[in-house]
């Protein structure tokens, strides 16, 4: 019963530590995220319409959009 314990421990080790390793967009992704047919909503009089119900509901505007390649020249 020890061994296999010990056993199944050495194969969920790595799966364990390589889980977390690819945490967030690497820079290099960033150019084909910020592209436009990668939008949540594609349909540009869709997308002003709700950001007009937002703006009016929160008294803000801006921050909707973001920048292409991550290399801050934007």
Not at 18 to 25: A, E, W
Not at 44 to 73: M, R, T, V, W
Request: proline share 4%; glycine share 14%; net charge negative.
């Amino acid at each position: 019963m020890q061994k296999i314990v010990g056993i199944i421990s050495l194969l969920a080790l790595p799966i364990i530590l390589t889980g977390c390793s690819d945490l967030g967009v690497k820079p290099w992704e960033r150019d084909v995220l910020a592209q436009q047919e990668m939008n949540l909503i594609s349909d540009p009089i869709e997308s002003s319409l709700n950001d007009h119900i937002y703006f009016s509901k929160e008294a803000s505007s801006g921050g909707q959009g973001f920048g292409g390649g991550g290399c801050g020249c934007n």
